[in-house]
């Protein structure tokens, strides 16, 4: 499976803006949809993820709230509304797929596929 991601842009603190990440290919492999973050000299960090099954949401701690994750099936897009965005929240956003569901979610190294990021700036 191959996935692009979208969106990204310049947005005042306390706005909002939507990612979108398109599946293509081998779209079944792709039982969970997460999206991570990284500043330069960071570690990638978790931010959302998207369970097809059962639509299920996970959050990290730091948007859980603020930021929305949801899929479309017709489309094969998985999206991440962000709302109230704080400059913290400036970062490259890449969204990655994960062939079987695994509970350590939150973890890059267990995603098999990526896209390529977009850059979120949100100014103070």
């Known amino acids: 499976v191959q996935l692009q991601a979208s969106g990204g842009g310049l947005v005042h603190a306390g706005g909002s803006l939507r990612l979108s990440c398109l599946l293509f290919?081998?779209?079944?492999?792709?039982?969970?949809v997460g999206w991570f973050r990284q500043v330069p000299g960071k570690e990638r960090e978790f931010v959302a993820a998207?369970?097809?099954?059962?639509?299920?949401?996970m959050y990290a701690d730091s948007v859980k709230g603020r930021f929305t994750i949801s899929g479309n099936s017709v489309r094969n897009t998985v999206y991440l509304q962000m709302n109230r965005t704080k400059p913290e929240d400036t970062a490259v956003y890449y969204c990655?797929?994960?062939?079987?569901?695994?509970?350590?979610?939150?973890?890059?190294?267990?995603?098999?596929?990526w896209g390529q990021g977009t850059q979120v700036t949100v100014s103070s």
């Open positions: 990655a797929a994960m062939t079987y569901y695994h509970d350590n979610y939150f973890q890059s190294s267990i995603y098999d596929y």
């Open positions: 290919g081998r779209t079944g492999n792709s039982a969970v």
């Open positions: 998207f369970r097809w099954l059962n639509s299920g949401q």
